[in-house]
């Protein structure tokens, strides 16, 4: 009776195999498997996510700390998405690894939005001089790259446009091309008369302001409808309820499109290794802010969100010598900006846009 069963069982794994081997076609050549889709994507996916398990077994356990760290970084959330503790793990990770890089105490900020607050920012066009303090105090607040031996090495987020200042000559009204009555370039046509947008941005005069130039700085704009977001495939840019658009870095695939959706010319990519070095390091960081950036990251201004969400003006605006750059909370009827709201004549780049910067330009 055994021998009899065992037999029928060795028969039927017999048949089994023969029938799983069986051809699917009658060509020998075409002498295959038959797998399905399915099959094939379960396979993949469990043999990758092995290796995956396996390797960052081999690399959490290994000597090098800074390896480590590094790696579970790679497999962190999306920051909107993480838990109080995992950003805790997040932030112990960061400040670990900016600290042995930089050979100094750092601290990675995590203080979310206050609620209650919308934060506003203004600027007097008539006051600037073009003095450019602006730049320079943003790139040393926010550790951006200060690379000058290849392009794209060195970043500033402010942009201060040099526009000429000029006026149309009545003189000139007969003059131009060709001559006589339908004239179809007057004589005015090529001198100054300070185009708005049409200026300089790298320049370097003997002293500010200049007799013959308006001045116009540019950032983000930190709008309420950032066109920036919306084209992100990844959604590693978002608004925050203080209104700021932020980056996750570490999500961040430097894909360009959020660069090419803004209209203001905001965003800057590190095409290279950032240079920062070590003595120049800001050690004060946030994590949505002016944390260490890496190679192939887009970053921006954030109204140095390490200072603003603690009460404090953006560099940018401590630095600004004649006192033409206001920030503050613009649902508080009694702030500076709402002030200037109220009373100035205010105006915003691009509106017809339809973006509603939170950056407001006005004037007395």
């Known amino acids: 009776m055994i021998h009899s069963k065992l037999s029928a069982a060795v028969s039927a794994k017999e048949n089994t195999s023969e029938r799983q081997l069986q051809p699917v076609s009658a060509d020998p050549a075409q002498a295959v498997l ?22 960052a077994a081999l690399m959490t356990q290994s000597d090098d700390a ?21 950003k805790a793990e997040s932030r112990a990770r960061l400040e670990k690894r900016y600290s042995s890089e930089y050979g100094k105490q750092v601290t990675v900020d995590t203080t979310d939005a206050q609620p209650g607050v919308l934060m506003g920012y203004a600027l007097n066009i008539r006051k600037c001089i073009g003095c450019r303090r602006c730049v ?41 091309y060709p001559e006589g009555l339908g004239i179809q370039v007057g004589g005015n046509a090529y001198t100054p008369a300070g185009q708005i947008l049409e200026g300089q941005y790298h320049y370097n005069p003997e002293k500010v ?57 905001a965003r800057r990519l590190n095409v290279t290794n950032p240079v920062l070095p070590k003595e120049e390091m800001n050690p004060v960081t946030h994590y949505l802010g002016n944390r260490p950036r890496m190679r192939g990251v ?37 702030s500076e900006v709402s002030l200037i709201l109220a009373r100035k004549n205010v105006f915003r780049l691009k509106a017809d846009l339809n973006t509603f910067p939170k950056f407001f330009y006005f004037y007395d």
């Not at 309420?224 to 925050?240: A, F, G, I, L």
């Open 136 to 176: 320079h105090a943003c790139v040393a607040e926010n550790n951006q790259s200060r690379g000058t031996k290849r392009a794209g090495e060195k970043i500033e987020w402010i942009q201060v446009l040099r526009m000429e200042r000029g006026k149309f000559d009545a003189g000139k009204m007969n003059q131009g």
């Open 34 to 55: 038959k797998t399905t889709r399915r099959d094939f994507l379960k396979t993949g996916g469990m043999l990758s996510l092995s290796s995956l398990m396996g390797t």
């Open 298 to 334: 887009v970053e921006k201004c954030h109204w140095c969100l390490q200072r603003s969400r603690h009460g404090r003006y953006p560099a940018c605006v401590e630095v600004c010598p004649v006192g033409a750059r206001k920030f503050g909370n613009l649902l508080d009827p009694e």
């Open 209 to 265: 302001p200049e007799d013959d130039a308006n001045y116009m700085p540019i950032a983000c704009m930190q709008c309420e409808k950032p066109p920036c977001v919306k084209v992100c495939p990844v959604r590693t840019t978002y608004r925050e309820p203080d209104g700021v658009v932020v980056i996750d870095y570490n999500w961040c695939i430097g894909c360009r499109m959020c660069m090419g959706a803004c209209p203001y010319w």
């Open 66 to 86: 800074h390896a480590a760290v590094e790696w579970a970084e790679h497999f962190q959330k999306n920051y909107r998405l993480m838990t109080d503790q995992e």
